[in-house]
């Protein structure tokens, strides 16, 4: 009988390290499509029918003509709350990946080479629940300096917590859970599954080749997204905190899901679909790969683990 192979060990700082460091180059790259997709998203469809922005490209030329006289003060209004994303991103991202991992780690069969897709989609749905700590308030705050409100990211947050405590850094918390709950149940165990039908590195790891993660990421992540742009359009909703007089106000993500159903129809709830395809699928694409390339690893001089 052959003994049993001791179990694999699960390093946490290289995987902290290059959960942060993925998440800094992958929201750096996509940061100003985000702005676009928030925008669009918050718009409201006027009693004429007149709407600001027409589409993606619309919206984009705007801000960038809105953004001043210089090239520079037109590329800085594209990057309108990126300092906190940037900042933010990096424990964001962190738990996210490194949770994931943990989790799939732990769930894993003995003898069994690829995780079963429930326990697969369990271990994504507890990773994006582990982030919510850290994605609600990075969200808020992102969304209100991309809509212009003026100040800084730190102002800002302590404005917040002067007037409503901690609740204040923390509104849109249940929108915020079923929209990255539901990603990362759909976009973990799909990445797992197209990078496990990829080439494979000579190099004896076992990661899929450079390049077919990283399509593996892109085409996940746009999945992943799609499916769950009305929440992240109600989300984005509930969290903007100054509104124009007249708009709806929501109570609770039932209550603005059905108002916007009432009043500006279901093609509402999926705006800005494709600017999040746009910004998810690069981001996820970029982010895991770099992740997956082990960065951390090479800089600490310890050998790079397979991931589950």
Known sequence: ??????????????????????GIVGVTCVFPIDLVKTRLQNQRVAPDGKVEYTGIFDCAKKT?????????????????????????????????????????????????????????????????????????????????????????????????????????????IGSTIGRDVTFSVIYFPLFAKFDSLGPRKADGSGDAVFYHSFLSGIGAGAIGSFCVTPLDCIKTRMQTIKSNPGDIQYKNVPDAFLKILRYEGPKALFK?????????????????????????????????????
């Open 1 to 22: 009988m052959t003994p049993d192979k001791p179990p694999k060990q699960f390093s946490y700082l290289p995987k902290v390290l290059n959960g942060g460091f993925a």
């Open 64 to 172: 960038w003509q809105r953004g001043g006289v210089s090239t520079l003060s037109k590329v800085k209004s594209l990057y309108s709350g990126s300092g906190v994303n940037i900042l933010l991103i990096t424990p964001e991202k962190a738990i996210k990946l490194v949770a994931n991992d943990f989790f799939r780690h732990q769930f894993a069969v003995p003898g069994q080479k690829d995780l079963p897709a429930l326990r697969g989609m369990a271990a994504g749905g507890l990773a994006g629940l582990f982030q919510i700590s850290v994605t609600t308030p990075m969200e808020l705050l992102k969304i209100q300096l991309q809509q212009n409100s003026g100040g800084s990211a730190w102002q800002l947050a302590k404005q917040l917590y002067r007037e409503r405590g901690i609740a204040g850094l923390y509104r849109g």
């Open 272 to 308: 800005g679909a494709v600017c999040r395809m746009m910004v998810i699928a690069p981001l996820f694409g970029i982010a895991q790969t770099v992740y997956f390339i082990g960065v951390a690893e090479y800089f600490l001089g310890i050998k790079k683990a397979q991931h589950v």
